[in-house]
C-alpha cells in the first residue's frame, strides 16, 4: 500500500502521496487540467522564475518583519535548490489551465512549504509550522507572483534564443566569407538580374538575423517592467509598506535582470501588451528565417533540373520510391518552426484580448506559446547552423558561365558601351542565343584586357570591401 497523508482546503480532504511535496491544491488541479500531458517542469526558465519570486519575497517579507528568520531562512533554502535544478519533477500541473496560473502559484507554494518543513525538521504536510499559503505566499496574490515569475522566464528563453541566432548569423558570415569571390546573378522576381557575388548573398542572411537579435533584446527590456507587489489587482492590498520595493529589489540582485517596477500596478497587472509585442518580434524573426530556408531550398534545387548553384549537405536519403534522392529536410524543419511561430503569434494575440477587467487570466497559454515558439526556433537555428550552412558549397564554375552567358551581363557593361549599343547587344544575344562576350570581343567593343577587368568579381559585384571573417557582430542596418 502506498503512503499518503491527508490534506484539506476549502472543499474538503483528500490523500497526498507521502512522496511528493505537492499538495492537495496542485492534486485537484492535476484531476482538472489533463490538457496536454506537458507538465510546467518542461518550462525550466518558468521553475527558476517562481523559485527567485518566493526567494525574493521571503526576503523581503523578513526585512519587513512579516515572516521571522527562520521561516524566511528555510523557504529561502527551498527556492536555493529549486534554483540550483532540484525538484523541478514536482511542478507538475499541466502547462495549459484555468486559473489565471493560481495552480501554478499553488504548485510552487506547496513544493516549497513541503521541503522548507523538512529543512526544519518537520514531515510534509504539517502545515501548522510553516504554510504554503500563510508563509510561502505572504504579502502575494498569484496576479503578482505568476506574471512577474512569467516576466522572468521570458526574459531567460529571450536571451536563449538571441544566442542560437548569432550562432546561425555566425555561420552564414562564414560563409559569406568563404563565398566573397564566386560572382553570380542577382536575381528580382525570379529573373536575371545583374552580377553580384554569393559571399554577398549570404552575408545579407548574417545581417537580417543579426537585426533581429538587436529587435529581440529591445522587446526583453519590456518585459522586464513587473507587478510584484500589485498583490491581487494592483492596489496591493495585504503587502506592507515598503515591500514593493524591497522585493523588486532582491529580485534584480537575485537573478542579474535589469528587473523594475511598474509605474501603474493596476495597469501592469491587466495588461500584457509586453507580450504582444514580444510575440510580434518573434513573428518578424520566424517569416525572416523562414525566408532565409526557402532562398537556401530553391538555390540547391536540382540537382540537374534546378537552379543548382550550391550544394547542401547530404543528411538523409530523401524517398522511399526514387533512389538516389535528397531533400533539403534540414531547412524544412526550420521553415515548420517559422509556421508554428506565426500561429502562436494569433493565439498569443487572441489571448491578450481576451483578457478583463482587472486581470487577464490566459497568461497560462502565452507562456505556452511564447516559451514553445523561442525553444523551437533556437533549437532550429543551431541545427540549420551545424547540419546545413556549415556543409554548404558554391558550384562556382556554373554561376561563373551564368553570369557569362547572362543578358543581364550588358547591364555591368552599359557605362562602357553606352545604353544603345548595350541594348543591341542584348537584343541580339537574345536572337542568336549568343554570350554578351563574345558578341563584345567580335564587335570590337572592348579589348580582352578591359573586359577581364569588367567582370572580374569585385567589378560586377560592386565590391568596396572584401567580407572578413566575423567578429563579433556583422555591419548591420538600423531597420
Known amino acids: 500500500m502506498a503512503v499518503t497523508r491527508v490534506e484539506k482546503d476549502l472543499l474538503g480532504e483528500r490523500e497526498i502521496p507521502d512522496e511528493s511535496y505537492w499538495g492537495i491544491h496542485t492534486l485537484r488541479a492535476l484531476e482538472n487540467f489533463a490538457i496536454t500531458g506537458r507538465a510546467i517542469n518542461t518550462n525550466g526558465h518558468l521553475i ?4 527567485a519570486v518566493k526567494w525574493a519575497a521571503a526576503a523581503a517579507n523578513e526585512e519587513l518583519g512579516i515572516l521571522d528568520a527562520t521561516r524566511a531562512n528555510a523557504i529561502r533554502q527551498a527556492c536555493q535548490e529549486i534554483l540550483d535544478g532540484k525538484l523541478h519533477e514536482q511542478f507538475v500541473v499541466d502547462v495549459i489551465q484555468g486559473g489565471a496560473g493560481t495552480s501554478t502559484n499553488m504548485n510552487a507554494n506547496e513544493v516549497i512549504a513541503n521541503r522548507a518543513l523538512e529543512i526544519l525538521g518537520y514531515v510534509r504536510g504539517d502545515y501548522s509550522h510553516l504554510h504554503p499559503n500563510e508563509h510561502v505566499n505572504a504579502s502575494q496574490s498569484t496576479n503578482d507572483v505568476y506574471p512577474t515569475a512569467v516576466n522572468i522566464a521570458t526574459i531567460y528563453a529571450v536571451h536563449e534564443l538571441i ?16 563565398f566573397a569571390t564566386v560572382v553570380k546573378m542577382g536575381r528580382t522576381q525570379l529573373q536575371d538580374a545583374v552580377p553580384m557575388t554569393l559571399g554577398q548573398e549570404f552575408g545579407t542572411y548574417a545581417i537580417m538575423i543579426d537585426e533581429d537579435c538587436s529587435r529581440l533584446e529591445e522587446a526583453a527590456l519590456l518585459v522586464g517592467e513587473i507587478n510584484l507587489g500589485a498583490t491581487a489587482i494592483g492596489t496591493g492590498l495585504n503587502a506592507p509598506v515598503g515591500y ?6 532582491h529580485l534584480r540582485r537575485k537573478t542579474g535582470l535589469p528587473l523594475v517596477t511598474a509605474t501603474d500596478l493596476i495597469e501592469a497587472t491587466q495588461d500584457v501588451g509586453q507580450f504582444v509585442h514580444l510575440s510580434g518580434v518573434l513573428k518578424r524573426v520566424a517569416v525572416k528565417l523562414s525566408k532565409i530556408c526557402n532562398d537556401l531550398r530553391l538555390l540547391s534545387s536540382g540537382p540537374r533540373a534546378g537552379l543548382n548553384e550550391i550544394n547542401l549537405p547530404a543528411m538523409q536519403a530523401g524517398s522511399s520510391i526514387m ?29 491578450a484580448e481576451a483578457g478583463q477587467l482587472q486581470l487577464n487570466a490566459f497568461e497560462p497559454i502565452i507562456v505556452k506559446s511564447l516559451s514553445e515558439g523561442m525553444a523551437h526556433l533556437g533549437a532550429a537555428c543551431r541545427t540549420v547552423a551545424t547540419r546545413c550552412v556549415d556543409g554548404i558549397t558554391a ?9 557569362e552567358n547572362s543578358i543581364g551581363l550588358v547591364t555591368a557593361l552599359s557605362p562602357y558601351l553606352g545604353y544603345v ?22 564587335k570590337k567593343l572592348l579589348a580582352r584586357d578591359e573586359l577581364d577587368r569588367l567582370l572580374s568579381p569585385e567589378h560586377l559585384a560592386n565590391l568596396r570591401v572584401v567580407p572578413t571573417e566575423h567578429a563579433d557582430a556583422p555591419a548591420t542596418s538600423t531597420r
Open 163 to 178: 544566442g542560437s541566432l548569432k550562432f546561425l548569423r555566425d555561420a552564414f558570415q562564414r560563409k559569406a566569407v568563404e
Open 323 to 351: 533512389p538516389g534522392k535528397v531533400n533539403p529536410v534540414i531547412p524544412e524543419v526550420l521553415n515548420q518552426v517559422a509556421y508554428e511561430v506565426i500561429g502562436h503569434d494569433v493565439t498569443i494575440t487572441m489571448a
Open 48 to 51: 527558476r522564475g517562481l523559485a
Open 395 to 403: 558550384n562556382a564554375d556554373l554561376l561563373r558561365d551564368r553570369v
Open 421 to 442: 549599343e548595350s541594348t543591341a547587344i542584348a537584343k541580339e544575344a537574345l536572337l542568336t542565343g549568343r554570350n554578351v562576350v563574345d558578341l563584345v570581343l567580335e
Open 244 to 249: 514593493t520595493t524591497s522585493a523588486c529589489e
